[in-house]
Structure formats: C-alpha cells, structure tokens
C-alpha cells in the first residue's frame, strides 16, 4: 500500500484488514523464499558445501539496511537484523537440521546469545563446561559450538583461549551481546521478599540496584549460575533471582525490574565454533596462535608484530597465555586482526612464520 492509501483508512478495523491482507502477502513470499531456500540445501549437500554462511548472511542484512534507508523506511537496523536472523535460522533448519552446544544450563547468557544467532527452530545442546561444548562439536554430536571468549567487565576466559589452542575447531562466527540483568520474582510485594539468589558476581554487578530498593539486608545466595537463580525463583514466592531475560521468561518468573546492572555497556563476545571455513567477505577478522621459537630472545614478540605493522594490518587484540609444552615458563600469544586468512597480503605473513602460527579461524567481525 502507498500512503495515499494509507491514508484512507478511517477506522481500525479497516487498519486491521489491511494489516490482514499485508499479512496474507508476507506468508506467500515467505514460502516462495523457503522455496528457494530448500533447493540451495540440495545443491549443497550435492557440493558439501557448509549451511551456515554468516559472510552470506551480513552481507544481506546490509543490503536491506541500505535498501530501507534509501526507501525511508520505518524500521532500524536492529529491527531488520531481529527479523532476518530468525528468516534465516528457519531457513538454514529447512536446509539441514541444526543442533548447537552451547556453555548452559538453559536461560544463560550463552544461550541467549545461541538463540539470537540460531533461532528458536534449532536444537540446542547445554554443557556443563566449555570442554564439553567443544568436544561435542569435535565428536559430530553438535554442528555449531556457542562458548563465552572476553567480556569488558571480566577480561578474557582463559578455558576458551587454552581449548582453542589444542581443539581442531575454527572460529566461524562472533558476536556481542549486551550483558543486562534482571530482577525476577513470584512475590506480590518487595517487602515480601526474604531471599535472592544469584551467580556471585551477579550480586556485584547490581550491588546499587540491590542499595537503592534497600536490599542489602536480603539474605543473599549465591548459586551456580544465574539460570539456577531463575529455576530457584520459580519455585519459592518468597524469593527473587539475579538472572538474565532470557532465563526469567524460560521458567516462568515475572520480571520485576529490567537492566539493574551497575555498569550498563557490560559487553561480552561469544564465539561460534564449527568445522568449516569461512569465505572472503571483504569485513573479516581473523585469529592465531602464535607459538614463537626465540620467545625468551630479547624483542621477538617486537620482531613478531612488525610484520603485521609493515603489512599495514590493524591488530585488534593480543593476549598472552602459559604455554602448555614443555619449555619452562614460556607464553603463547593469541592475536586478533582484520582480515582474512586466503587474503594475499596475510598468506605472505603465514608463510614467513608457517611454522609459528596456527590458524584458528576467519569470519565477518562482529558489531559491537
């Protein structure tokens, strides 16, 4: 409909019909897509192709964003990814079945983050550790692996970075998430509430919230995890959880009071772990590990980084790790850059250090 037809529509329920027949409309080019979608799956199963292309997929979430700016649209961004993720996770489950491990139990952040990537059609696998969601994905039980790498507040997770370095696993996809808190409970009034329970660092993170609503006499218990919070929550109507959106909603605890985090631009990136290798997208980050052979020689990780320098290629990160061989009290260094492993420009590096480094993966680097 045009606005001038908009315009003509007076009452609501004639808003309402045509919301009706947009509606109508959206379902039969949906399918027409799916369509297309099933006979891509066909022609990659005959290649061997992999199904899961983020490259693919950023590369049409921009080719919206521009299409509606230049259209004026209503929608924003954020809007256009939240409804294409979920297209195409609908469509990559029609292609093949997808499963994913990832970091639980259920209602964590890791899983909320598999869920925005993966859609609520996928069959989601929690682990108890990072090195069972690895091993899942090395045995075939998974396709996709989801695990926790950094976040702003908290620094690096060094079970992901020392896993990495052993597993042969790539990096295919990251992403970061916002990390907010909830304030869930069963109970009809605060004064009601006689205990709240958390993962430790989630009463740290929220300790002002917990000041300004008088709470700092609560009993406070701090549990495995802010999922086990929830599920706790649920079940006693004189208690309230520390827990994230997602875990609240999965058992059933009304939320209270939303973002009561101390820190409100808490970010954490999670990796997307699998078996494939991604291709040129032209926005591309890449990750090593570096192993150095004259690490003790005076100024090697200096001479290391200079030819990163020369090529002009932009490191976004770099951190050290004990080295698990055994020479001494050696480091490992794990190192991000942007750019992709079959640019021209990286393999002359990779050639010059072939016996040093270890790819670990390339992908389209993440909004942060």
Not at 272 to 282: R, T
Not at 308 to 337: C, H, M, Q, T, V
Request: hydrophobic share 40%; proline share 4%.
């Amino acid at each position: 409909m045009n606005r001038e037809e908009i315009e003509k529509l007076t009452t609501l329920e004639a808003c309402r019909e045509a919301i009706d027949a947009i509606d109508n409309k959206l379902l039969a080019l949906i399918n027409e897509r799916m369509t297309v979608v099933e006979r891509v799956g066909e022609i990659k199963n005959e290649s061997g192709a992999p199904i899961y292309r983020p490259e693919r997929e950023k590369a049409i979430l921009q080719r919206l964003e521009h299409l509606n700016d230049a259209q004026g649209g209503l929608l924003n961004a954020g809007a256009i990814e939240a409804i294409f993720l979920e297209i195409f996770a609908v469509a990559r489950n029609l292609e093949l079945p997808e499963r994913i491990a990832y970091l639980g139990p259920e209602g964590t952040f890791t899983h909320q983050a598999a869920e925005s990537r993966f859609g609520a059609m996928s069959e989601y696998l929690p682990m108890r550790t990072i090195s069972g969601v690895f091993k899942s994905v090395e045995s075939g039980r998974a396709k996709f692996g989801v695990v926790p790498i950094e976040s702003r507040q908290d620094g690096v997770v060094g079970e992901t970075l020392d896993l990495l370095a052993v597993s042969p696993m790539k990096i295919v996809a990251e992403l970061y998430m916002p990390i907010h808190m909830t304030f869930a409970t069963k109970a009809a009034h605060m004064d009601n509430i006689k205990r709240i329970y958390s993962k430790d660092k989630g009463f740290g993170q929220c300790r002002q919230f917990l000041d300004q609503h008088e709470m700092h006499n609560v009993e406070q218990i701090p549990v495995e995890s802010t999922a086990r919070a929830a599920i706790l929550a649920s079940e006693d109507p004189e208690a309230a959880a520390i827990c994230s959106h997602i875990a609240a909603k999965l058992y059933g605890v009304p939320m209270l009071f939303e973002n009561i985090e101390d820190v409100t631009d808490n970010t954490t990136r999670f990796l997307i772990l699998s078996d494939f290798k991604n291709a040129v997208s032209g926005q591309d980050k890449t990750s090593i590990l570096a192993r150095l052979k004259d690490a003790r020689k005076p100024g090697a990780l200096v001479q290391f980084l200079q030819d990163f320098d020369d090529a002009k290629i932009n490191l976004s990160k770099i951190e050290s790790r004990p080295s698990r061989s055994n020479d001494g009290f050696g480091y490992w260094f794990f190192i991000d850059f942007y750019g992709h492993i079959d640019e021209p420009y990286v393999q002359e590096i990779v050639a010059k250090h072939y016996d040093e480094i270890t790819w670990l993966g390339s992908y389209v680097k993440g909004e942060q």
